[in-house]
């Protein structure tokens, strides 16, 4: 079946650190790739996607390449901001549908 | 341009008790979807509707019923809420079914089933 694997655990860094939030996942034919990002009370939004191995999503300093041979979609982000803090979710869509396979998240607390 | 809304934002129900959960989109979107989202557990799929006319089942659809009102609208029915039924639920829409297409998340309904 299709899954998706995140880290466990909250990630609390200090601004401007660089982070890293690990995804791997297990899909058959070629998935496209996602995160989202959820603020504190809201609902998801996509963060970055790619739709083909070795295309890299990237928006808002935030970025994370498809890498087929290690069925890897890791984010990452160079200098963290307090306002990044939130829960970040890796998800995939097999190939024919739209429907979306999420992992568990990780919460993201940036400290001042 | 408001996007995907749903209403309530916050309910608790007592065992037993029905309720159905309101979702609207205006961005012309075919596909619409439910998912209920519990602490370590990701977000998980309870129902789908591909385009207006037609809904499916998703990952965990036992205790609920949907309706696709019209292309707009897509409701959540509990007849009978359980404690297990407590979670925070967000409806979600995008352009198609077929194809990577982006999700459009609602705000969410945190409801509380004592």
């Known amino acids: 079946g299709n899954s998706v694997t995140q880290m466990e655990g909250p990630v609390t860094l200090s601004e401007e650190a660089f982070l890293t939030i690990n995804c791997t996942y297990t899909a058959t034919g070629y998935p496209s790739l996602f995160w989202y990002v959820q603020y504190p009370g809201e609902g998801l939004q996509l963060l970055l996607k790619a739709t083909k191995a070795d295309d890299k999503g990237s928006n808002k300093g935030f970025e994370a390449t498809y890498r087929k041979e290690t069925t890897s979609f890791h984010l990452e982000k160079g200098s963290v901001q307090v306002s990044d803090s939130a829960v970040y979710f890796c998800a995939l869509i097999p190939g024919g549908n739209n429907r979306l396979a999420f992992g568990k998240g990780n919460q993201v607390v940036v400290i001042p | 341009n408001a996007g995907v809304t749903q209403t309530p934002k916050f309910q608790v129900l007592k065992t037993g008790q029905s309720m159905t959960l309101q979702c609207a989109q205006d961005?012309?979107?075919?596909?619409m979807y439910w998912y209920r989202q519990d602490p370590g557990m990701g977000l998980r799929l309870i129902y789908y509707?591909?385009?207006?006319?037609?809904?499916d089942k998703g990952e965990v659809p036992n205790g609920y019923n949907v309706s696709r009102l019209n292309k707009r609208e897509f409701s959540l029915r509990l007849e009978s809420a359980a404690p297990s039924q407590t979670s925070v639920y967000f409806c979600?829409?995008?352009?198609?079914?077929?194809?990577?297409?982006?999700?459009?998340f609602g705000p969410g309904t945190r409801l509380t089933v004592t």
């Open positions: 961005m012309n979107h075919n596909s």
């Open positions: 509707s591909a385009s207006e006319g037609t809904t």
């Open positions: 979600a829409s995008s352009e198609m079914w077929t194809g990577a297409y982006e999700q459009y």
